[in-house]
């Protein structure tokens, strides 16, 4: 075996845990695209500015009868499929999302039934657009740690239901999709070599939706209020996402004693093409090693990254034993940075 060019942190010498890869991967978009001059007709918009200020040109809408399940268990096929096994071989399930089905039971349990996975426990976590990475993490625990031999993480959004579509400082961000991944234990370690997560709830009114929880449960006035929509400050999101992904990213790559030059791949966030290229820049990332899919899909929240890892994979810019950097941000504030060997 040829010696590894980088530190796995994973595998230092007091190391008790079980290899992780993930061992397939899969994503979903709804066929529905929502282009910047169908917005136009909606709000006071232009192509012109949605493009300049964010680099979106379009976006996909489920239908109103597909759900974040829906398209949670569409992904979850694609990734079981790439991976070559059963959804019976299936021991946990893992959502991440802001836009579940319902309030309970977990949209894990739903995609549980959807698949066939009747092995399976399921459980949602909520870390917004860092969701993906969050859920990886604690998938792979779970393998490490022997409780688990096969985990399907999925990040999954419907948006749409959640965005005010008369505000145009929101509308025209958002998108739905899927993404999921099959991870494994495998004796070739081809999974996260680190994750740097990280929160800071004292800024959680930049970005959120006050409506359908317990502060305040659902009412004719809550929803005459306009309180189940996202409220973002966009220029402070902005900011603290730019600072938060670099420093993130800088620690992962610290971790694996890695130079961002060794990195075939940054998977960035797919929010807004200036805060790619901000973090890009500060981090001396070359513009083409940088996947961007957000011309196409919006910001998709939790499925952002899993959608763009699939992409990647799929058009063949990542091989296997290539390095990725994936890096987010989202509300909470929550942010995340990992260094997957794929
Ligand atoms: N079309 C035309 N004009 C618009 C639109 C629009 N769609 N939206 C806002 N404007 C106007 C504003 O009203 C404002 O007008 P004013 O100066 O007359 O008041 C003007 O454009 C400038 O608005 P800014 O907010 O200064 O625009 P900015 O350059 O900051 O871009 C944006 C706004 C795109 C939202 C940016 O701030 C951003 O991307 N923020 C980060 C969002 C993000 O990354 N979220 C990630 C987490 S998402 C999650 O966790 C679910």
Not at 96 to 122: E, N, W, Y
Request: glycine share 8%; charged share 20%; hydrophobic share 45%.
């Amino acid at each position: 075996m040829t010696a590894k060019r980088f530190k796995n942190p994973r595998a230092e010498h007091n190391y008790q845990g079980r290899p992780c890869s993930i061992v397939g991967v899969g994503s979903y978009v709804p066929d529905r695209v929502l282009t910047n001059a169908d917005l136009e007709k909606m709000v006071e918009t232009s192509d012109d500015w949605i493009t300049s200020r964010t680099g979106i040109k379009e976006r996909r809408v489920a239908a109103e009868n597909e759900f974040t399940s829906d398209m949670a268990a569409a992904a979850a096929r694609r990734a079981i499929a790439s991976a070559g096994i059963k959804a019976e071989e299936i021991d946990l399930i893992i959502v991440a999302t802001i836009t579940p089905d319902m309030m309970f039971p977990s949209t894990a349990c739903l995609v549980q039934h959807k698949i066939g996975a009747v092995r399976a426990a399921a459980f949602d976590i909520e870390a917004a657009c860092s969701g993906f990475i969050y859920a990886l993490e604690i998938g792979q625990q779970f393998i490490m740690s022997r409780s688990c031999n096969t985990v399907l993480v999925i990040g999954a959004e419907k948006l749409s239901t959640i965005v005010d579509w008369k505000d145009r400082n929101t509308c025209v961000l958002f998108g739905d999709g899927a993404g999921a991944a099959i991870l494994q234990n495998r004796p070739d370690s081809h999974g996260l070599l680190t994750a740097c997560m990280g929160a800071d709830g004292g800024k959680s009114e930049l970005l959120y939706m006050p409506g359908g929880g317990s502060m305040c449960p659902a009412s004719g006035q809550s929803v005459a209020a306009g309180l189940h929509f996202l409220r973002m400050d966009g220029k402070e999101t902005f900011k603290n996402a730019v600072t938060a992904m670099q420093t993130a990213a800088r620690e992962a790559l610290r971790r694996c004693e890695l130079d961002i030059t060794q990195i075939k791949c940054v998977i960035p966030h797919q929010a807004n093409r200036r805060i790619i290229e901000a973090v890009g820049e500060r981090l001396g990332v070359r513009q083409d090693q940088v996947f961007v899919n957000l011309d196409k899909y919006g910001n998709t929240s939790a499925a952002s990254v899993a959608i763009a890892f699939d992409e990647a994979v799929r058009t063949g810019v990542i091989q296997r034993g290539d390095l990725v950097l994936m890096v987010v941000f989202g509300a909470g504030l929550t942010w995340a940075a990992a260094v997957i060997e794929w």
